[in-house]
């Protein structure tokens, strides 16, 4: 059973941090991973699609990487801003459908 | 373009009542999700319709069902309500070849069940 994984849990950064988020799988057969933010009370919006196939994407200040061997992925953001304070949270595609399994997300605040 | 829309987005119901929420994709797409978030639970797949049939279903009791109309329109039932269905349910769509999977997420429907 695929299980995903987010540490930590919540981080607070002072602006202007480049900073790492983390998110494990248990099972590397992996379709896709999808990072979304969530802000509070709000839906997700879809940050970076990376496929199996692919070990990054790039947009913007954010970079998501993928190593499925090690079941890993990483969201780097650049010089952060008080504005991406938010949940971050990483979902992982099974196959060609289009059901995901999320982790629990990682709280991050970003003080001016 | 217009994004994915829920209606209703706030709803209080009480203990054995049924609620239906509807979910409007994104033009053009074929597919439509719903997810249960909670604070203990996270979120949690409930089921995918594509091209109004059921392809997936998550673990949830068979209280929670829904359908999807030939508009890709879907909606998403909750009979006999209990305390524990109180949460933000999100449905996403999907199906543009050109963003391959990509998901985009609704703002929610927050139940209240009482």
């Known amino acids: 059973k695929q299980e995903v994984t987010q540490i930590p849990a919540a981080l607070s950064v002072p602006e202007g941090e480049n900073l790492v988020l983390n998110c494990s799988f248990t099972?590397?057969?992996?379709?896709?991973l999808q990072w979304f933010r969530q802000d509070p009370g709000k839906g997700l919006t879809s940050l970076l699609l990376?496929?199996?196939?692919?070990r990054e994407q790039t947009s913007g200040r954010l970079n998501a990487s993928l190593d499925k061997s090690s079941g890993r992925s990483t969201l780097y953001i650049a010089a952060s801003q008080p504005g991406d304070s938010a949940t971050y949270l990483c979902?992982?595609?099974?196959?060609?459908?289009?059901?995901?399994?999320f982790g629990s997300g990682t709280r991050l605040l970003v003080r001016p | 373009k217009a994004g994915v829309t829920q209606t209703p987005r706030y709803l209080i119901k009480t203990r054995g009542q049924q609620v239906t929420l509807s979910c409007s994709p994104i033009?053009?797409?074929?597919?439509v999700s719903w997810y249960q978030q909670t604070p203990g639970q996270g979120l949690q797949f409930l089921f995918e319709?594509?091209?109004?049939?059921?392809?997936n279903k998550g673990n949830f009791p068979g209280r929670f069902s829904g359908r999807q109309f030939s508009n890709s329109r879907s909606e998403m039932n909750v009979s006999t309500l209990e305390l524990g269905d109180s949460a933000l349910y999100l449905c996403?769509?999907?199906?543009?070849?050109?963003?391959?999977?990509?998901?985009?997420f609704g703002p929610g429907t927050r139940l209240t069940v009482l």
């Open positions: 319709y594509f091209s109004e049939t059921q392809r």
């Open positions: 979902a992982v595609g099974l196959d060609s459908s289009y059901k995901l399994i």
């Open positions: 033009s053009g797409h074929r597919s």
């Open positions: 990376i496929q199996s196939s692919q």
């Open positions: 996403a769509s999907a199906g543009l070849a050109k963003h391959t999977n990509e998901q985009f």
């Open positions: 099972d590397s057969a992996i379709y896709n």
